[in-house]
Nanobody
Framework: QVQLAESGGGSVQPGGSLTLACTISGSIPTFNAVGWYRQAPGGERERVATIFSGGTTTYADSVKGRFTISRDYAMNTVYLHLSSLKPEDTAVYYC???????????WGQGTQVTVSS
């Protein structure tokens, strides 16, 4: 089993920045991908960014150049740095880990990000 716990959410003004953290524990598979997703009120959950165990990163077009995903292997933590935030970035942000060998995935409980003046 793998457990994920998000932290770092909060309220910020447009143009501001925030860093989210996803702390991973348990039996972490060697080959994995950790992604950040978000779900706005009334909307569907969408992928924001992904980082693979080898270090490759991918981003949704809507956040390219504004969000950065990174990984601290020693601390088993994946970060999402959000900058130049817009009101439309308001959502619950979730962390997800996929075991690339078995395709089994795990979710965290989510953390709220609110962008408002």
């Amino acid at each position: 089993q793998v457990q994920l716990a998000e932290s770092g959410g909060g309220s910020v003004q447009p143009g501001g920045s925030l860093t989210l953290a996803c702390t991973i524990s348990g039996s972490i598979p060697t080959f994995n991908a950790v992604g950040w997703y978000r779900q706005a009120p009334g909307g569907e959950r969408e992928r924001v960014a992904t980082i693979f165990s080898g270090g490759t990163t991918t981003y949704a077009d809507s956040v390219k150049g504004r969000f950065t995903i990174s990984r601290d292997y020693a601390m088993n933590t994946v970060y999402l740095h959000l900058s130049s935030l817009k009101p439309e970035d308001t959502a619950v942000y979730y962390c997800n880990l996929v075991n690339l060998a078995t395709r089994v995935d795990y979710w965290g409980q989510g953390t709220q990000v609110t962008v408002s003046s």
